[in-house]
Antibody
Framework: EVQLVESGGGLVQPGRSLTLSCEGFAFAFDDHAMHWVRQRPGEGLQWVSGISWNSKSIGYADSVRGRFIVSRDNAKKSLYLQMNNLRPEDTAFYYC?????????????????WGLGTLVTVSS | QSVLTQPPSVSGAPGQRVTISCTGTTSNIGAGYDVHWYQHVPGTAPKLLIFGNINRPSGVPDRFSGSQSGTSASLVITGLRAEDEGHYYCQSQDISLSRHVVFGGGTKLTVL
């Protein structure tokens, strides 16, 4: 059974950094683009970032571009999100999601597997 | 404000039918980008319900169906069950946002 497991969340002060990780199990990790999606308290799902199977295509939401960096290590079947200069409005559950496609020139598509999420709280 | 517009809430009694709309623009749904639907129950992982406007992944009951026309899409749930209660999100891409992913604001379904 396909499984995605996020880790790395926690309480962090504004302006500091935090790195999230997501490990994939029971599927060919390097066949799929991967994404980070977040849910702020009381709000809906918001796409944060996506990375293609070979890391050549990367995208960010405007709200995090220039502060967050997405990366992946296919040998470790892992996805990462380095979050810098964190703000209180970055407080959210962060979900790792698998794209049905590899995310090359065709772009992103839909998310067929999701993790349970990891909570990031930005507060002094 | 989400790029895709959904009603904040819908409700229905067990056995009834409900429809959740997802309204976009000529930059996303109207540009030909497919619409996908997810169910999210708090504390659990979001679940894919419909992909490519009308397709159900294996394991999703045929009580769930999707459609798309012009700049809008809809999710229809028939034979409502208590376990259908949760939040539902549509998702597509937007050409004005470099084809990045966009979600609807979400619709809370209450089974009365």
């Amino acid at each position: 059974e396909v499984q995605l497991v996020e880790s790395g969340g926690g309480l962090v002060q504004p302006g500091r950094s935090l790195t999230l990780s997501c490990e994939g199990f029971a599927f060919a990790f390097d066949d799929h683009a991967m994404h980070w999606v977040r849910q702020r308290p009381g709000e809906g799902l918001q796409w944060v970032s996506g990375i293609s199977w070979n890391s050549k295509s990367i995208g960010y939401a405007d709200s995090v571009r220039g502060r967050f960096i997405v990366s992946r290590d296919n040998a470790k079947k892992s996805l990462y999100l380095q979050m810098n200069n964190l703000r209180p409005e970055d407080t959210a559950f962060y979900y790792c999601a698998r794209d049905d496609t590899g995310g090359g020139s065709g772009g992103w598509y839909y998310f067929d597997s999701w993790g349970l999420g990891t909570l990031v709280t930005v507060s002094s | 404000q989400s790029v895709l517009t959904q009603p904040p809430s819908v409700s229905g009694a067990p056995g009834q039918r409900v429809t959740i709309s997802c309204t976009g623009t000529t930059s996303n749904i109207g540009a030909g980008y497919d619409v996908h639907w997810y169910q999210h129950v708090p504390g659990t992982a979001p679940k894919l319900l419909i992909f490519g406007n009308i397709n159900r992944p294996s394991g999703v009951p045929d009580r769930f169906s999707g459609s798309q026309s012009g700049t809008s899409a809809s999710l229809v749930i028939t034979g409502l069950r208590a376990e259908d209660e949760g939040h539902y999100y549509c998702q597509s891409q937007d050409i004005s946002l470099s084809r990045h992913v966009v979600f609807g604001g979400g619709t809370k379904l209450t089974v009365l």
